[in-house]
């Protein structure tokens, strides 16, 4: 069965210091990625997204995320985290064998201290 | 502006009363789709819908119902709601059933807590 991941459940970093948040998927077909965010008391935000193509890609507030087919791996990163990067993160995969169903990962929240 | 619309956002009930949260998105998306959130569980599909008069049940569909009468709507009926139903709900949708990537266009949540 399909599952996703994300091996950290928190992450603190501090204001400035770089961030990576992993993600691992099962399965074997090509899968579509995503990584999400909640902010605190807000409803889900799309950060990035992976379809094909280049497998650096790019998104929005500074985020970036690489697929690595060989380790089944869509880990997310930004070089430089400010305040309120804080947040809950949740990476997302669908499989077009799946009728395109999006599962979630349990989420990574990330803690940023000054 | 393109959105999907739950309500209500926050409520607060007792066990057994029946409840409804409603959804409607205005993108004229064929597949909706509900989820809750727990901490530690990320988010689970409670059912989904390809289209009007078509649901199924996601992952976690016991002690709700949905219907889909109306392309824009899909309600999330909780008929006799019980402490552990208390969660965060996300209404979502996207453009086609089939032929798509699975990308969502989520509602802002609505906070259920079940005394």
């Known amino acids: 069965a399909q599952s996703v991941t994300q091996p950290d459940i928190h992450i603190t970093v501090s204001e400035g210091a770089s961030l990576e948040l992993r993600c691992n998927y099962s399965?074997?077909?090509?899968?579509?990625l995503f990584w999400y965010v909640q902010s605190p008391g807000q409803g889900l935000q799309l950060l990035l997204k992976?379809?094909?193509?280049?497998?650096l890609v790019q998104g929005i507030k500074g985020f970036e995320a690489e697929f690595k087919r060989s380790q089944s791996s869509f880990n997310l990163r930004k070089p430089s985290v400010h305040w309120s990067d804080a947040a809950e993160y949740f990476c997302?995969?669908?499989?077009?064998?799946?009728?395109?169903?999006?599962?979630f990962g349990a989420g990574t929240t990330v803690t940023v201290r000054a | 502006e393109a959105q999907v619309t739950q309500n209500p956002r926050y409520l607060i009930t007792v066990t057994g009363k029946k409840l409804t949260v409603t959804c409607s998105q205005n993108?004229?998306?064929?597949?909706m789709s509900w989820y809750r959130q727990d901490p530690g569980l990320g988010l689970r599909q409670i059912y989904y819908?390809?289209?009007?008069?078509?649901?199924d049940k996601g992952d976690v569909p016991e002690g709700y119902k949905v219907s889909r009468k109306e392309k824009r709507n899909f309600p999330l009926i909780l008929e006799s709601p019980s402490p552990n139903q208390t969660s965060l709900y996300f209404c979502?949708?996207?453009?086609?059933?089939?032929?798509?990537?699975?990308?969502?266009?989520f509602g802002e949540g609505s906070r259920l807590t079940v005394l």
């Open positions: 979502a949708s996207r453009p086609h059933a089939g032929g798509n990537t699975g990308e969502l266009f």
């Open positions: 993108m004229n998306h064929e597949y």
């Open positions: 997302a995969v669908s499989w077009r064998s799946n009728d395109y169903k999006l599962s």
């Open positions: 819908s390809m289209n009007v008069e078509a649901t």
């Open positions: 399965y074997g077909a090509t899968p579509y």
């Open positions: 992976y379809f094909s193509g280049d497998t």
